[in-house]
């Protein structure tokens, strides 16, 4: 497995602001992921991210709101632009390792409130 | 596309009471399953996964699951459980076939009871 860390763990935030969340991880890898958990949900995918190229996004996610960076092989951000109450959950990122690209692994997880 | 359903919301048991948890996925050629579990206020650890090979899958904590082809399903099982075990379990699916997307169900919520 990694160690995987996130930064901010918890926030609470003006509607209409943007918060931007960092994913960093302790070895190269290829695949990063990031899910919203909205309150008492599941887990749903946002987006894909691969180093080097534009992130590829799930049907009723867009740039404009979750722009995502993956500036080198560890490390990668996530923005929830101009926010508002309904964006109110966990955000987590994941990454799959090595050879074993099927299996992912999760980092804590950032407590987003917006008020 | 590949869907998950966990049956049970919530189960309460006793401590060292056995317990199953029940995961059902839609048909596909192949998948890789996964459980997960979610201890509150922390992320998601991987519990164990079924990639081939034996259908009886150990993973950590003493928990286990079997796969099951023709009932398409992926069921989690502890036999005999602790309060430490109290957390949010999800199964997720990916396809086979190179896919690396992780669908999640719901998730079941197990409370142990002393």
């Known amino acids: 497995s990694a160690v995987i860390s996130q930064k901010p763990s918890r926030d609470i935030c003006q509607r209409g602001t943007s918060l931007t969340i960092q994913c960093q991880v302790d070895s190269q890898v290829t695949m990063m992921f990031w899910y919203r958990q909205q309150p008492g949900q599941s887990l749903t995918l946002i987006a894909t991210?691969?180093?080097?190229?534009?992130?590829?996004?799930e049907s009723g996610f867009v740039i404009d709101k979750f722009p995502i960076s993956r500036p080198n092989l560890t490390f990668s951000t996530l923005t929830v632009s101009n926010m508002s109450p309904e964006d109110s959950s966990i955000y987590l990122c994941?990454?799959?390792?090595?050879?074993?690209?099927?299996?992912?692994?999760f980092g804590p997880g950032t407590r987003l409130l917006v008020l | 596309a590949q869907s998950v359903t966990q049956l049970d919301s919530q189960v309460p048991v006793f401590e060292e009471a056995p317990v199953e948890l029940r995961c059902n996925y839609s048909?596909?050629?192949?998948?890789?399953l996964f459980w997960y579990v979610q201890y509150p206020n922390q992320g998601l650890q991987l519990l164990l996964k079924?990639?081939?090979?034996?259908?009886l899958v150990k993973g950590i904590n003493g928990f286990e699951a079997e796969f099951n082809k023709s009932q398409t399903s992926f069921h989690l099982r502890k036999p005999s459980v602790h309060i430490s075990d109290t957390a949010e379990y999800f199964c997720a699916v990916s396809d086979g076939g190179g896919s690396e997307k992780l669908v999640f169900g719901k998730g079941t919520k197990l409370t142990v009871n002393p």
């Open positions: 048909s596909s050629v192949s998948v890789y």
């Open positions: 079924y990639l081939s090979g034996s259908t």
């Open positions: 994941s990454v799959t390792i090595g050879g074993g690209r099927e299996t992912q692994y």
């Open positions: 991210a691969n180093q080097g190229s534009e992130a590829t996004y």
